[in-house]
Nanobody, 126 residues
Framework: QVQLVESGGGLVQAGNSLRLACAASGRTQSMYAMGWFRQAPGKERVFVAAIRWNTAITDYAESVKGRFTISRDYAKNTVYLQMNSLKPEDTAVYYC???????????????????WGQGTQVTVAS
């Protein structure tokens, strides 16, 4: 129903910023939410941030609250993750995800999502 293409990853020094983008195509108007998840080496994929597509209501992991901002450009069918004050522990592959239809879980739950982007590497050097 939805296809996602991510961009914006890279290598930065601790304290600096990056902005990730995820462009969606397909039946985007019916999406329930879009989210960002990340997977660090040797770790499970965890929730980072999510946004309700229609209402723009957001949710954040406690570890990124106050540093990261998720937003969407409705007209461009694109969701962004502005990452400020980056820390080495933010190093991970970041995945964009689309919740095409609400399946009953919170938008912080990876199992709620139906479509996933290819992932983009974010590396924060100390």
């Amino acid at each position: 129903q939805v296809q996602l293409v991510e961009s914006g990853g890279g290598l930065v020094q601790a304290g600096n910023s990056l902005r990730l983008a995820c462009a969606a195509s397909g039946r985007t108007q019916s999406m329930y939410a879009m989210g960002w998840f990340r997977q660090a080496p040797g770790k499970e994929r965890v929730f980072v941030a999510a946004i309700r597509w229609n209402t723009a209501i957001t949710d954040y992991a406690e570890s990124v609250k106050g540093r990261f901002t998720i937003s969407r450009d409705y007209a461009k069918n694109t969701v962004y993750l502005q990452m400020n004050s980056l820390k080495p522990e933010d190093t991970a592959v970041y995945y964009c995800a689309a919740d095409n239809q609400w399946a009953g879980s919170r938008i912080s739950n990876a199992h709620e999502y139906d479509t996933w982007g290819q992932g983009t590497q974010v590396t924060v050097a100390s």
